[in-house]
């Protein structure tokens, strides 16, 4: 149990050990938790992540008849790329107001979602990334116990991209002590090293070389601004992400 106020960092979503009263900071950061961002900035009504293409595509069925009236798209990606019949992939460049105003976008991705997932019974689940990082962090530091930074990871790997966006938290948020672990502090270290270039950093993960080999370099460059919004999705009892 982490001490009262303390953060604490887990590097792939199955490391993370379920506290009760840790507010979680859940990270991936190429691409589900930044494109979720810009999905709710850009003025889509809500965000309802599923671990599964067929949940997806049931529960895309199920809000058009219970709400016909309502766009429900589909987003997301399988082995990083379009999935068949979906609306959208997990380019947060593709979530513009145009696309994605006032609708319900039902969303599956391969390590994101399930990363949501795995934090859902924290009494506080916000989803942290480098567009929305200075707001992520102020909001998770007005929570008066512990912090669970979440990594997604990739594939069930340790992915650098979501350690330096959970090292830039743990920078931003220090004041509070740390774990007794070392996972936050080589975070923290890893952001102190690769802040001057963020974009190399994310291009030498893993997730970031995957992207390199699917020719998503301008994701890359997106994915590397830091600080272009403060919106800071939260998921609701419902198991949506709001803006709210």
Same mark, same amino acid.
């Not at 067929?54 to 990606?77: F, I, K, N, Q, T």
């Not at 990083?80 to 319900?104: C, H, K, M």
């Given at each position: 149990m982490p001490r009262p106020g303390s953060?604490?960092?887990?590097?792939?979503?199955?490391?993370?050990?379920?506290?009760d009263g840790a507010c979680a900071l859940v990270i991936d950061q190429l691409r589900a938790g930044t494109t979720i961002t810009i999905a709710l900035a850009s003025g889509a009504r809500r965000v309802i992540p599923v671990p599964t293409v067929? *949940?997806?595509?049931? #529960? &895309?069925?199920? =809000?058009?008849? *219970?709400?016909?009236? #309502? &766009?429900?798209? =589909?987003?997301? *990606?399988r082995g990083?790329?379009?999935?068949?019949?979906?609306?959208?992939?997990?380019?947060?460049?593709?979530?513009?107001?145009?696309?994605?105003?006032?609708?319900?976008i039902v969303f599956t991705t391969t390590n994101g979602t399930a990363a949501i997932h795995a934090a859902r019974d924290c009494p506080l689940v916000l989803v942290a990334c480098l567009a929305n990082l200075s707001a992520a962090a102020a909001l998770a530091d007005r929570h008066a116990r512990s912090i669970s930074i979440i990594c997604a990871g990739t594939h069930g790997q340790v992915g650098l991209d979501d350690a330096l966006v959970a090292g830039a938290l743990v920078r931003k948020l220090g004041d509070r002590p740390l774990s007794d672990d070392d996972a936050p502090r080589l975070c923290r270290a890893w952001w102190d090293?690769?802040?001057p270039n963020i974009r190399d950093a994310l291009a030498a993960s893993l997730g970031g070389r995957g992207l390199i080999a699917l020719n998503q370099h301008d994701d890359l460059d997106f994915c590397a601004q830091v600080d272009i919004t403060a919106l800071?999705?939260?998921l609701m009892p419902d198991g949506s992400l709001t803006g709210g």
């Open positions: 953060i604490s960092v887990a590097l792939t979503h199955a490391a993370f050990a379920r506290d067929d *949940e997806a595509l049931a #529960r &895309r069925d199920a =809000l058009r008849h *219970e709400h016909p009236s #309502r &766009r429900v798209l =589909l987003g997301g *990606e990083g790329v379009l999935i068949p019949g979906f609306d959208l992939g997990n380019s947060p460049r593709e979530y513009t107001r145009d696309r994605v105003e006032n609708a319900d090293q690769s802040a800071v999705p939260r």
